[in-house]
C-alpha cells in the first residue's frame, strides 16, 4: 500500500464521517467550495500585484 493511498483513505474516511456534523451545515465558509477557492485564488493574485 503506497503512502497515498493511506493520505487519501484517511481524508476520505474523515469527509464520510463528518459530512452531517453541525460545524458544517451552520458554516457556509467551513465547506470547500468553487466561491471561497477563487475568492482565495483573487486575493493572492491581487497581493502578487501590489508587492510584486
Partial sequence: M???DVV???YQFVMTVLKDSS???QNAL???NLFYLGAA???F???NVIFI
Fill in 2 to 4: 503506497a503512502k497515498n
Fill in 8 to 10: 487519501k483513505g484517511k
Fill in 23 to 25: 460545524i458544517y451545515r
Fill in 30 to 32: 467551513m465547506n470547500a
Fill in 41 to 43: 485564488l483573487f486575493v
Fill in 45 to 47: 493574485g491581487l497581493f
